[in-house]
């Protein structure tokens, strides 16, 4: 077990949750854990590095196992109400919270384990193989911190108006476009600024794009066409990569709603609003009917899935202790190029 704390705020409270078919008890030895001047959240690191199974458990700062998916507020607002100390906000500017999933510049494909018990941040399996986004010139694994804003969900049964194509069954993905590098299971804040519609595979599969409020350009970034003023190239550099990351796998430029275009922050915090209501529909089903998520939790009183803290202890025991990371494939630093 390896423990690293991180910034940002906590919820008390435990999910279990399982997917759609698509696509010990901890001993704190001083030896396994790793501080950083962030507070409030902790990941407890379980498994080997680089291996499949690799987990990241989040935990609130009073030891209590959650579910990044379920158990963290979208809002940064709501978090006062969880004990948070509450934050400062400008007038009418909504703040959410976002889980890291994958740093800027790595290129293991880490996720949200939607079909797993607390939904551990997991390195995603095909085909039995670890998954890592190749490296297209110029880019070197993926450009910005990515990851999920929590209590969300784009449901799979919804065909969405805009893009008369249904959700992926995953959290929203978000691209922060800041200059610090975050770490996988890290709670950062941070502000809308626009959105890209990706249709993969015939689903919707919306990018937020947005900053870390801490970010020093943060107060300069208000909109997607600020984005365009003081990051010139990075929305291009961004649809390219969604175009092309798949390419090396041997299959064909992903495409888009909207011919490519980002549409504004107020367009992609009405579609954030919309995956939040379809959670809350989610974790408030009182039947669940063959693989569809199973949402078990120990706050939302009124849902009728819940479990205990010790039910909750009883999945991290019986994950693999922690070890030294497995080394990474050669092709993993492979550059490729294709030309436009």
């Keep these: 077990m390896r423990l690293v704390i991180h ?19 901890p001993i704190f030895s001083a030896t396994y854990i790793h501080f950083r001047k962030m507070a409030h959240y902790l990941t407890e ?9 690799y987990r990241v458990y989040l935990k609130s ?18 978090e006062q ?26 290129n293991a494909k880490m996720e949200i384990a939607t079909k797993e018990p607390l939904n551990p941040i997991k390195q995603d399996v095909k085909k039995g193989k670890l998954r890592y986004v190749a ?3 110029p880019h070197k694994g993926y450009i910005w911190n990515y990851g999920a804003l929590p209590q969300t969900w784009e449901d799979p049964s919804h065909t969405d108006k805009e893009t008369m194509c249904c959700g992926d069954n995953d ?3 978000v691209c922060e476009i800041g200059s610090k590098v975050c770490v996988t299971g890290q709670v950062i804040q941070v502000k809308v600024l626009g959105i890209l519609a990706l249709i993969d595979e015939g689903e919707t599969d919306w990018k937020v794009i947005a900053i870390n409020i801490e970010d020093p350009d943060a107060s300069s ?13 990075h929305l291009e550099a961004t649809v390219d990569w969604f ?10 430029e992903n495409q888009f709603a909207f011919n490519g275009k980002f549409k504004d922050k107020d367009f992609a915090i009405e579609v954030i609003k919309s995956t939040h209501s379809f959670w809350k529909a989610l974790v408030m089903r009182t039947k669940m009917k063959g693989d569809e998520i199973v949402c078990q939790n120990t706050s939302l009183c009124e849902s009728p899935f819940k479990c205990s803290d010790a039910e909750a202890s009883t999945v991290v025991e019986a994950a693999a202790e922690y070890g030294e990371p497995l080394p990474v494939p050669s092709e993993v630093d492979k550059w490729h190029f294709f030309t436009k």
């Design 61 to 78: 700062s009073d030891g209590k196992y959650i579910s990044p998916f379920h158990d963290i507020p979208l809002y940064v607002s709501d």
């Design 221 to 233: 970034l208000n909109n997607i066409e600020d984005v365009r003023k003081i990051k010139p190239g």
């Design 135 to 137: 490296n297209i010139f």
């Design 45 to 53: 690191l379980r498994g080997r590095p680089n291996s499949t199974d």
């Design 7 to 25: 910034t940002a705020t906590w919820f008390s409270a435990t999910f279990f949750s399982a997917q759609y078919s698509r696509k010990s008890t």
């Design 243 to 252: 175009k092309k990351y798949k390419v090396p796998d041997g299959k064909p």
């Design 171 to 173: 959290p929203i993905d």
């Design 81 to 106: 109400e969880c004990g948070v100390p509450p934050k400062k906000l400008k007038t009418n500017e909504i703040w959410f919270n976002m889980v890291v999933e994958v740093p800027r510049w790595s």
